[in-house]
C-alpha cells in the first residue's frame, strides 16, 4: 500500500470542534501528570539548591493555570455557560468571561486559521517558520489521541487493556457540526484576504459536505452544488498556480 503523507488539516477537519478541544484539554493534564511525576523520586535531593523545590512546585502552578484554561474552552465548546464557569470557579459570571473572552476567542480563530500570520522573510533570505495557534493536540488530532491512548494504557492500571482510553469517546463530526464549522470557515474567507489555494480548501470542504448529505439524506440536489463547488475549487487550484 503506498504512503500518503500526514495531513494535519485534512485530520483536524475529521474531528468535532469539542473533540478537538478535549484533546487539548487531555494532552495537558497528561503533560502536568509527567512534570508533577518527575518530582516524586528523591535521589536527587541530595545534589538540588536550597529552594529549588519550589521553583519546580511554582511551574507546576503555571501548567495547572494551562490546564486549567484548556478546560474552559472545552466547557465553552461543548455548550457551557459563563455563569456554569463562574459557579465552579467561584467568581460571577461576568469576571469568568473577562477572564477567558480573550482566550475562547483566539481558540475559535485557530479553528478557522490554526496558524499565526506569516514573518516578513529574515536580513537571511529565510522565511520565518508559521507558529501554531492551535494547541498541537488540536492541529494534529489522529497522532495526539494515539499517543494519549498509550500514556493512559501506560500510566492508569485499570485501563491497560482498554484499546481507545481517550479517542474511543471523542464526541462524534455529526453531519450538523461540519455544516457549521464550514459555515465558519466560509464566513472567515470573506472578512479576509485569503488567497485561491486557501479559497480552494474550503470550496472542497463544502462539497464533501454536500456530498455526505447527499448520501446520508438522499437529496440529489446536495449532489448537483458539489459538484459546483468542487469545479470552482478546481478553478480556484488553478488561478493559485498560476500566481508568480
Known sequence: MANTEYDPDADRHGYSRTALARLAYSDELAELADQAAAHVPTIHDLFSNRGEAVGEALALVALAEAVLTRAVVYERQRGASWQQIGDQLDIARQSAHERYRE??????????????????????????????????????????????????????????????????????????????????????????????????????????????????????????????????????????????
Open 103 to 244: 482566550v475562547e476567542e483566539d481558540w475559535q480563530l485557530g479553528l478557522v486559521e490554526p496558524l499565526y500570520p506569516a514573518q516578513p522573510v529574515n536580513i537571511h533570505g529565510q522565511v520565518p517558520v508559521r507558529g501554531l495557534r492551535l494547541p498541537d493536540a488540536a492541529y494534529s488530532p489522529t497522532p495526539a489521541a494515539q499517543r494519549l491512548d498509550q500514556w493512559v494504557r501506560d500510566h492508569l492500571p485499570r485501563h491497560r487493556d482498554t484499546e481507545h482510553p481517550v479517542s474511543g469517546r471523542l464526541p462524534k463530526l455529526t453531519a450538523a457540526e461540519e455544516i457549521s464549522q464550514v459555515l465558519a470557515a466560509i464566513t472567515h474567507l470573506q472578512e479576509t484576504d485569503a488567497g485561491p489555494a486557501e479559497r480552494a480548501a474550503v470550496m472542497e470542504r463544502k462539497a464533501a459536505l454536500l456530498e455526505r448529505i447527499a448520501a446520508e439524506e438522499g437529496k440529489p440536489d446536495a449532489l448537483q452544488k458539489a459538484a459546483e463547488a468542487r469545479a470552482y475549487a478546481t478553478q480556484l487550484r488553478a488561478d493559485a498556480k498560476a500566481r508568480p
